[in-house]
C-alpha cells in the first residue's frame, strides 16, 4: 500500500475511534493501538506534508503557531435566549406558548450547559470553521482551537454544508485537576474553558479536554424536517454530541416516548403533565452532574410554530431559558431608612451605591421588615451581594463584607419617622397606628386615585402630595367636593398650565361612574382587592348594602363559604367593613354618587324568589352546561353561592352523579332540589315576571 493509501486507511480509523470515545463515550480499542496507528501517522505526515488534510485526526494536538483570532460574520444570526428565574414563569411560558399556537405542540427541555458558545460551519462536510459568538453578528475565528476539541467532528458522515451551535465546555473533574495545578487558578470551569479557547498557541488549547454538546443545526439546503428531535437525531447522526439528558414532552407519555425513540435520541419522556417534575428532578440532579449547567432551556418542537413565533432581535420567541440563579451584583449599603404605607406598615428601604443590574439601574432596594434585616446581619456600611429575583424586584441577597464603621445590626425606629406616633408590632411587621398620619392619608388617596382602583388620570403621588400639602385635600371624600380651580393659585397649575386642571376636573367627573367593583377595590380594606371582590360579588353580594349588612352580622361564614376565599381572608374583610374609616369613606362615596351596586348587563331584574338563600350547585344538568348557568339563575334571583354544603346552606340543586354532597344535604336536612324542580321554581318566577310585563304595558 502507498503512504497516501496507508495515511487514508489511519485517517479514517482514528477518526472512528476518536469519535467512538469523546462523541459516544466508549472505547473500540485500547490505548497502546490507538497511540501505535496516531503516531505511524503522524510520521507519514512529517515526511509528506502535502498529505495533511484538514480534518487530519492529528490536528487535535493543535500547534505552536501564534493565531490571532481574526473576526468573522455569521453567516446564521447567533442569537441569545430570554430568560427566567422561576420554574412558575417557565411553566407559564409553556401554557402561553401553547394558548397562543394552534398547533397541537411538543417541547424539548435541555439543559443549559455553563461553558463557551460556538458556531461551527462545515462545508461539504468538513469543519471548515469555528466562531465565537461574538457579538452575533460578527464572531473570532478560532477554528484551530476549536480542533483540538475531540468531540468537535473534522469531517461529518455526510458532504453537508451546516451551520452547528454548541456549548464547549469544561468537566467538573477535569477543571478541578488542572486549575490545582495553575498559577492564578480560574473561578469556575467555565471561565477555564473560555480562556482555553482564547489561547494563541493551539497546543496549548490541546492540553485542557474540553468537549461540546450541540443543540441546533442550521443546513443551507432544506432537510424537510419538521421538528428539533429531527434535527437533534441528525445532528447526532453526522458525528456530533447531542446532550443526553434532554426532555422531550408532548400530549401523552407514550407517545413522547415512541417519537423520542425513533430519533434515536437518549433522553426522558413525558406528558405535559410531567413537566413540573421534570423541573425539580433536574434542579436536584444538578450538583451530580459531570459538568456545570446554569440552568435549563424549553424549546418549541415544531419548527412551523417556530417560524410562526419568530424572533426579537434578541432571542427567539419559541424558547425560554431558566436560569438558576438571579443576576448578582455587588454593592454597598449607604443607608436605611424607613416607609410608610397606606395601612401605616414601615417598610425599611435600603438605599444603596448606585449599580447596574441586567440593564437597569438600582438605587432603593426594600428590606421587608425587621426579621429580614435580622436574617442578613445587615448593618449601614456593609459590602452587599445584590439579586434581580424574576428579574423584577431587586433583593439583597448577603453580606459579603461588614462595615469598619462600627455600626450593627440595623434597628427599626421606635416611633413613625413621619408623625412620630409610637411604632406597634403586628405579626412581622411594624405599623404606625396613627391612621391620621400623613402618609398613610396620602398613601389612601394615591392607592384611591391610581390605576386598578379608581384609575383617575392627573392624580398621581406627586399632585396628591401637594393638594395635601396644600390643606386642599385631606380625605378621599374631598376629593369630590373640592374646587379644583383653587389650584390656580399654585405655581405649576395656573397660566396654560390651566388645561391640566380642566383635565383633572374631567377626570374626577368620570370616576363617578367607575364600576362598582372598582369601588370596592379602591376602599382599600386588606385582602379585598380585585380577585378577592370578584369573587365576592359573582357569590352574589353584588351591592355595598348587602356587604354591609353581611358585616352588621359578622357574617364570616357566608364569605368563607365562597370557593376561593378562606377564614382568613373572610374575617379581614368583614372586620374592614366595620372599620369606622370605611364606613364613613363609604358614606362620602355614596353621597359623591359613586355606583354603589355591581353593574347588571342580564337583561330585566328577576323577582327575587331566592332572596336571602345560599345554594350549593353540585353534579351535571341537561339544561345548565357549565353548571354555572344553574348559579347564574339563581343569583339572578337574588340567591348567594356556597361552595359546600353546611347546616346552614338553603338548598343544594343537585343534578346527576350528584355524589357526597347529596349525603352531607341529607345529613344536614338541607333541602335537595332535581333539576326538573329547580326549572319549575324559575320558571314560575319567569312566568311571573311576564305577567307583571303584561298587566303594566309600556313598562319595557
Ligand atoms: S439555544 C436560537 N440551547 O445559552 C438558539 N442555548 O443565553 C439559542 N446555551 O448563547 C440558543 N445550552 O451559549 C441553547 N441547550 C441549549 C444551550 C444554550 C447553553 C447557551 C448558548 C446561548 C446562551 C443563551
Redesign the pocket.
Same mark, same amino acid.
Given at each position: 500500500m502507498d503512504y497516501l493509501s496507508r495515511a487514508r486507511e489511519l485517517s479514517k480509523l482514528l477518526t472512528e475511534y476518536q469519535r467512538a470515545y469523546y462523541v459516544t463515550g466508549r472505547a473500540i480499542v485500547s490505548d497502546m493501538e490507538y497511540d501505535r496507528l496516531f503516531d505511524e501517522l503522524l510520521l507519514l505526515e512529517k515526511e509528506h506534508p502535502e498529505i495533511r488534510t484538514p480534518d487530519s485526526p492529528t490536528q487535535r494536538v493543535g500547534s505552536d503557531l501564534s493565531s490571532d483570532f481574526p473576526e468573522v460574520r455569521h453567516s446564521i444570526p447567533v442569537?441569545?435566549?430570554d430568560k427566567a428565574y422561576s420554574d412558575s414563569e417557565i411553566l407559564a411560558w409553556i401554557r402561553k406558548t401553547m394558548k397562543n399556537t394552534e398547533q397541537e405542540l411538543s417541547f424539548v427541555l @435541555?439543559?443549559?450547559?455553563d461553558g463557551f458558545?460556538i458556531v461551527l460551519y462545515y462545508e461539504k462536510g468538513v469543519l471548515s470553521r469555528a466562531v465565537t459568538?461574538g457579538n452575533g453578528s460578527v464572531g473570532n475565528d478560532v477554528t484551530a482551537n476549536v480542533k483540538t476539541i475531540y468531540a468537535v467532528p473534522l469531517r461529518l458522515t455526510e458532504p453537508v454544508d451546516i451551520a452547528v451551535?454548541g @456549548?464547549v465546555f469544561l468537566k467538573k473533574s477535569e477543571f478541578e485537576r488542572i486549575n490545582a495545578t495553575l498559577m492564578e487558578p480560574y473561578a469556575n470551569p467555565r471561565n477555564l474553558a473560555a480562556g482555553t479557547i482564547r489561547r494563541n498557541k493551539s497546543s496549548e488549547t490541546a492540553q485542557v479536554p474540553l468537549s461540546i454538546y450541540v443543540?441546533?443545526g442550521f443546513w443551507s439546503e432544506s432537510q424537510g424536517f419538521t421538528d428539533h428531535i429531527q434535527i437533534l437525531s441528525r445532528l447526532k447522526a453526522l458525528g456530533f454530541a447531542v446532550?443526553p439528558h434532554l426532555s422531550f414532552f408532548c400530549r401523552t407519555q407514550e407517545e413522547a416516548k415512541r417519537r423520542l425513540e425513533e430519533a434515536s435520541l437518549e433522553g426522558r419522556a413525558g406528558s405535559f403533565d410531567d413537566i413540573p417534575a421534570a423541573i425539580v428532578d433536574y434542579t436536584k440532579a444538578r450538583a451530580d452532574l459531570p459538568y456545570e449547567i446554569d440552568g435549563l432551556?424549553v424549546k418549541v418542537n415544531e419548527l412551523s410554530t417556530r417560524d410562526e413565533l419568530g424572533y426579537t432581535e434578541h432571542h427567539?420567541r419559541w424558547?425560554i431559558?431558566y436560569k438558576f440563579e438571579a443576576p448578582q451584583a455587588q454593592t454597598q449599603i449607604m443607608d436605611i431608612d424607613v416607609q410608610v404605607g397606606r395601612t401605616g406598615r414601615i417598610t425599611p428601604m435600603a438605599r444603596i451605591r448606585e449599580t447596574q443590574l441586567s440593564g437597569s439601574t438600582i438605587r432603593n432596594i426594600t428590606l421587608h421588615n425587621q426579621d429580614y434585616v435580622n436574617e442578613l446581619e445587615l448593618a449601614i456600611g456593609d459590602t452587599v451581594a445584590i439579586s434581580k429575583r424574576g428579574d423584577v424586584i431587586p433583593a439583597v441577597e448577603s453580606v459579603i463584607e461588614k462595615n469598619d464603621l462600627g455600626n450593627t445590626t440595623w434597628k427599626m425606629p421606635k416611633t413613625c419617622p413621619v408623625c412620630k406616633a409610637e411604632l406597634v408590632v403586628r405579626g412581622a411587621h411594624h405599623f404606625c397606628p396613627n391612621h391620621d398620619c400623613p402618609a398613610q392619608v396620602k398613601g389612601r388617596l394615591s392607592f384611591f386615585c391610581a390605576k386598578g382602583q379608581m384609575d383617575i388620570e392627573g392624580l398621581g403621588p406627586k399632585t396628591i402630595e401637594t393638594l395635601y400639602e396644600n390643606g386642599f385635600v385631606r380625605s378621599i371624600g374631598e376629593l369630590y367636593s373640592f374646587d379644583f380651580n383653587r389650584l390656580k393659585a399654585l405655581e405649576g397649575f395656573g397660566g396654560s398650565e390651566g388645561k391640566k386642571i380642566e383635565s383633572m376636573k374631567m377626570a374626577i367627573e368620570q370616576s363617578r361612574k367607575t364600576p362598582f367593583r372598582s369601588v370596592l377595590v379602591s376602599l382599600g380594606i386588606p385582602e379585598f382587592g380585585r380577585k378577592a371582590v370578584d369573587l365576592v360579588c359573582d357569590a352574589g353580594y353584588d351591592d355595598m348594602d348587602k356587604l354591609l349588612d353581611l358585616a352588621d352580622r359578622h357574617d364570616t361564614e357566608a364569605l368563607s363559604a365562597i370557593h376561593g376565599i378562606g377564614e382568613v381572608t373572610a374575617n379581614l374583610i368583614i372586620d374592614g367593613l366595620n372599620s369606622e374609616e370605611i364606613r364613613i369613606l363609604v358614606e362620602d362615596l355614596r353621597k359623591a354618587g359613586l355606583r354603589m351596586q355591581d353593574e347588571k348587563d342580564e337583561g330585566p331584574v328577576l323577582e327575587q324568589i331566592f332572596k336571602g338563600q345560599s345554594w350549593c350547585v353540585t353534579g351535571s344538568f341537561e339544561n345548565f352546561n357549565p353548571r354555572s348557568k344553574a348559579m347564574d339563575e339563581i343569583k339572578r334571583r337574588g340567591g348567594t353561592e356556597v361552595s359546600g354544603v353546611s347546616r346552614k346552606t338553603s338548598c343544594l340543586l343537585a343534578g346527576s352523579g350528584a355524589g357526597s354532597k347529596m349525603e352531607k344535604a341529607r345529613e344536614f336536612g338541607v333541602r335537595i332540589v332535581t333539576e326538573e324542580e329547580f326549572l319549575r321554581m324559575i320558571g314560575s318566577s319567569e312566568a311571573k315576571e311576564e305577567d307583571k310585563a303584561e298587566e303594566q304595558p309600556g313598562l319595557f
Open positions: 442569537l441569545s435566549l @435541555e439543559e443549559k450547559l458558545s459568538r451551535r @456549548e443543540y441546533e446532550d432551556v427567539p424558547a431559558a
